[in-house]
Each structure stands twice: as C-alpha cells, then as structure tokens.
C-alpha cells in the first residue's frame, strides 16, 4: 500500500504518521483510536480522501501537526509550535489561505481550491477539542427523551445493532435498553440537533437542543452511548440513533454523527433514509429514490457514485429523522 505513488497525499502522510505513532502493525489500534472500523480506515490510506474531522482527530491522537496533515507545509511534529489564532491549528488559519492563494493563482480552480481549503480548515477548527471541557460527570436517569445508540452504520461495533431487530416488537426491545441506563456513571456534553433534509417539513419538529450521554461501562446489551433530545414526546416509542462511517453524505451528515430514526417511519421519495440491503454488512444512509421495482440511493458528496438497486433486494429502510452533532 506504501509503494503506491498515485495515492492522494494527504493517504500518504496519514500513513505516515501511522507508521511513526503506532508502528508498522498499528493500523487496527489507530483505526479504533479515531473511532472508526479497520477496514473504513484502510480505505483512507488506500486512496480516499479523508473527511476533515478524522484528521483532525488523527492530529490529535499523535500529535501531529493539522497544517502538515492538510497541506504538507512544516513538519509533523513541530517542537516549537507557532502562535497564531486559537484554533489548534500551529499558523492562524487566514495566513494559510493567504499563502494557499499566492501559490494557486487567481484562476477559477485556483479559487476553488482555496474555498475548499477554507472549508477544511473551517471542519477542523470544529473538530478540535474545545478550549473548555464540556464534559460532566453524569449518573443516568430513564427519561422519556432518551435515545439509545445501537451501534455504527458500518458493523456495529458497538453493539450488535442487527439483533435488536430480530424480535417482533421493536419499540418494547429499545424501551429495555432506555430501562438498563437507570443508575449508570457516565458523562454527558451538550449537542446539536440537525435536519436531515433541510428544505424538507419534518414530522418531528425537534428542538435543537440535545446532549450525548457516554457510560463509563456498556450495558448488558452492549450500549455505552446515548442521546437524549428535547422534544422526543412527539416521535413514537422505538427511537434509535446510529453512529455514521464515512462521508458520503458530507457535508449534511459527516463521519460520525448520529443520525435518528424510526423502524415505522419509512423514507419518502428524495428524503434521508438507512437502508439494509440484502447481503450487506451493515447499512447505507442515502438518499432514497424509488423508481419502479428499483430503488436509487443517492449521495450528497459528489465523490461518490450513486448505487441502484431492486427493490426486492431492500430489506428495510427507514427515514432518517434528525442529525446529532458534537
């Protein structure tokens, strides 16, 4: 995978720092250490272009520089960090674009690429640790506003997500899980609430305020994260959140988030939706598009093709509700 020269450099210097921080057989611990599968993250080294928040997370995990890992100016471990702004970065973020700009010219791609800069830089200034610790200690209550997260889009990693579905009353099965939170220590840190299809009337109308819940320990069934969100009385029983693996649907659903759904709200044409395939692993978040007996899923990140599909081959999909982001 390291011989490769066509390999986006922003792959190559994250396999750098990689193979400096955690050694030649250290893939699986950095994958776990960004949050993410080792099979999602073999792709980043591979050839797909990393989402802005995991490298922020990357920097963060080795220490690294954030410029060095977007751009290649500097080095990667800095021993004299540059004042600058405060946004983690080591250079204020407008003296990058500046120098950015002067090396690509006034050009139109000249000029997207420096808007596409500023986006990155923007995404990783978010990403970063906050100068305030917005943790605090927690002890769980059972609330009626109380989401569990059941797992990741990709595999569940953690929790084996696919089983809570298999019995036949979904929302008593999630009700359990809510039930086991009673008394457990964790932390928990504020939110934000998003829509998943901006433009589009909800059925939800949630508040935007909401919080992540973090359990010291997982509970019996494997759940160690929560969300609980304002407003959750108007949505039925049997609301579930799933953590989201890659980018996709960047920039309105990033690597990450957590996305809200309903087994019983089911997606409408070119709305949001979490579709299990047959013989997938796993679960796809696209935009849903029916058309006959086949089914378009479509993603917002133009990086991606579109997939197609039979309509016999979807085993459910459901709409997603709303978006939980740090």
Known sequence: MGTRSD???????????????????????FARALGVSPSTYNYYEKDRLPPADLLAR????????????????????PTTPSKGGDTGLSQDPEDILARFADRAGATPKGAAARAALERLLSEI???????????E??????????????GRTAAGLLARWEDFFAGRDESQTLDRLISRLEGKAGR???????????????????????SLIQLSEPTPDGCVEFVDLAGLQK???????????????APRILDRDVVISRRDALPEPGQTAI?????????????????????????????YDPMVCRRDDVLWACRVLGVVRL
């Open 7 to 29: 390999r986006p450099e922003t792959c190559q210097r994250l396999e750098r720092l990689r193979q400096e921080v955690f050694g030649p057989r250290g893939r699986a611990t």
């Open 58 to 77: 990357a920097a963060d995990v080795t220490g690294a520089d954030p410029e060095w890992l977007l751009t290649g100016r500097g080095d990667p471990f």
């Open 125 to 135: 200034r978010r990403a970063l640790p906050p100068a305030e610790n917005l943790w």
């Open 137 to 150: 200690p927690y002890l769980a209550t059972v609330k009626p506003t109380c989401v569990p997260i059941i």
């Open 188 to 210: 928990r840190r504020p939110a934000d609430m998003q829509s998943a299809d901006p433009g589009l009337q909800s059925e939800t109308s949630l508040a935007r305020e909401a």
């Open 235 to 249: 949505i039925a029983p049997g609301t579930f959140g799933l953590r989201v693996d890659g980018d996709s649907m």
């Open 275 to 303: 579709v299990q395939l047959r013989g997938r692993v796993g679960v796809t978040v696209k935009l849903w598009r029916p058309e006959g007996d086949r089914v378009h899923l479509i993603p917002i990140n133009e990086a």
